[in-house]
């Protein structure tokens, strides 16, 4: 059985730092397609950053840009997401998530796998 499994969400002020890690159980993911997404109340699940299987490419969604940094250990099937100058607009459940797809897929039904989110909040 594959688990994804967030951590290092929180509450922190605006301009503070946080990284979340995101362990992969049940199923080597190297060569996957990771992302991060995120959601908040009343609004659609939208991908902050994501990754290539090749641990190559990315993208980051405008607003993370300069931000954000996604990153993957491969021997340790870890995904991280380091978020620094958090803006209180960054406030969601954040969620890790690995698709099959080829390339840097952007949208969540591109993506196979799911954890269970971990919360942002972030205040003025």
């Known amino acids: 059985q594959e688990q994804l499994i967030e951590s290092g969400g929180g509450l922190v002020q605006a301009g503070d730092s946080l990284t979340l890690s995101c362990a992969a159980f049940g199923r080597k993911f190297a060569g996957y397609a990771m992302g991060w997404f995120r959601q908040a109340p009343g609004k659609d699940r939208d991908v902050v950053a994501a990754?290539?299987?090749?641990?190559?490419?990315?993208f980051y969604t405008d607003s993370v840009k300069g931000r954000f940094t996604i990153s993957r250990d491969d021997a340790r099937n870890t995904l991280s997401l380091q978020m620094n100058s958090l803006k209180p607009e960054d406030t969601a459940v954040y969620y890790c998530?690995?698709?099959?797809?080829?390339?840097?897929?952007?949208?969540?039904?591109?993506?196979?796998?799911w954890g269970q989110g971990t919360q942002v909040t972030v205040s003025s």
């Open positions: 990754m290539g299987g090749n641990g190559i490419s990315t």
């Open positions: 998530a690995a698709s099959r797809t080829v390339g840097v897929p952007t949208t969540p039904r591109e993506y196979d796998f």
